[in-house]
């Protein structure tokens, strides 16, 4: 899958049809496919960068960078997600390794944070993080803290 184009931005810079196709992908696996309650939008929206992992124009996979000192001392990647359709096709881990090196760009010498479903530790560990903290619930779903130190 060679023709993905990454697209960085914040919030305020995105089109209509951007967000709207960010929040479709949001919505359709955090609460049709995961079966999460509460509002997915929420205040750190606002203060994020926000990568798209584009195909064919469509959204294949999504995270956001939460600014340093906003939900965390540490920049945070969350939200996540592959859609469907490119899951097991390897996209997770390069949208993750292009937002760890654009952190190191943007953050130089700042650890990054995450919240991850338990479930993917492995697949997080294996990107350099490691589990800080005990397990805990997310609206139901098993959580784990985990930091990357810096890689600059």
């Known amino acids: 899958m060679n023709n993905i184009n990454f697209h960085w931005s914040r919030l305020e810079t995105l089109s209509s049809l951007e967000l709207h196709a960010i929040t479709l992908a949001r919505q359709t696996v955090f609460i049709a496919e995961q079966h ?18 584009l195909h064919d124009g469509k959204v294949a996979a999504y995270l956001r960078v939460v600014d340093p000192g906003e939900k965390y001392p540490e920049p945070a990647i969350g939200r996540v997600l592959t859609t469907q359709a490119y899951r097991r096709t390897g996209l997770g881990k390069r949208i993750m390794q292009v937002a760890i090196d654009t952190i190191a760009d943007i953050y130089p010498g700042q650890s990054i944070r995450i919240s991850a479903q338990s479930y993917l530790q492995s697949f997080y560990e294996n990107l350099g993080f490691t589990i800080i903290g005990d397990e805990y619930l997310e609206e139901g779903i098993p959580h784990i803290q985990m930091l990357r130190p810096s890689a600059r």
Do not use: G
């Not at 999460?36 to 992992?53: G, M, Q």
């Open 36 to 53: 999460i309650c509460c509002p997915d939008a929420d205040e750190h929206d606002t203060h994020s960068w926000h990568l798209t992992a």
